[in-house]
């Protein structure tokens, strides 16, 4: 059985957009995991702390045999992989995976909430959800993307399309 999830991608520390590349390549050798959609590249303004660097961020979607759980083991272990550093907490990031759906499940555990619990909150998640999201509503919130953009201020969206990807090829969108 496989089960469509939904992953968030972020980076604001490094070569952003090669992080992301690697980050969706790791993914996708990995076994149970096949990517596929990715949304565009959106550069978006740090939410939370907010003396840093500009994110770059997207989301995928993904098939996968794996369990919600072993989804998590493998997009940290690809964050380590990828040399993740965080210096501070809500900090500067060189690689950010967060699972936001992984088919209509609702799973709570200490280390594992889905859907994810800020994912309507952030226009960095939903913009690009939007570009991969084939469904009407959202599963468990019950509404769908464009509900819940409509509902963040104006001066919290913060997300200018930076790019796509070709995460199939070698070439890396320049961030120069
Ligand atoms: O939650 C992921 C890390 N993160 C981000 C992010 O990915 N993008 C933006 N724009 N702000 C963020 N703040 C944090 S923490």
Known sequence: MTVTAYLALGSNLGDRADQ?????????????????????????????????DAFLNMV???????????????????????????????????????????????????HLRIPHPEMTKRAFVLIPLQDVWSGETLPVYNHSISHYLSDLPQDQKGVRKWGTIDWETESVPSES
């Open 20 to 52: 992301l590349k690697q980050a969706i390549r790791k993914l996708h050798a990995r076994p149970g995991i096949c990517i596929k959609r990715v949304s565009a590249i959106y550069e978006t303004d740090p939410v939370g702390f907010v003396e840093q």
């Open 60 to 110: 995928i979607a993904a098939e996968t045999s794996l369990s919600a759980e072993q989804l998590l083991q493998a997009a940290l272990s690809i964050e380590q992989e990828l040399g993740r550093v965080r210096t501070v907490r809500w900090g500067p990031r060189t690689l950010d995976i967060d699972l936001l759906l992984y088919g209509d499940s609702c799973i709570e555990q200490e």
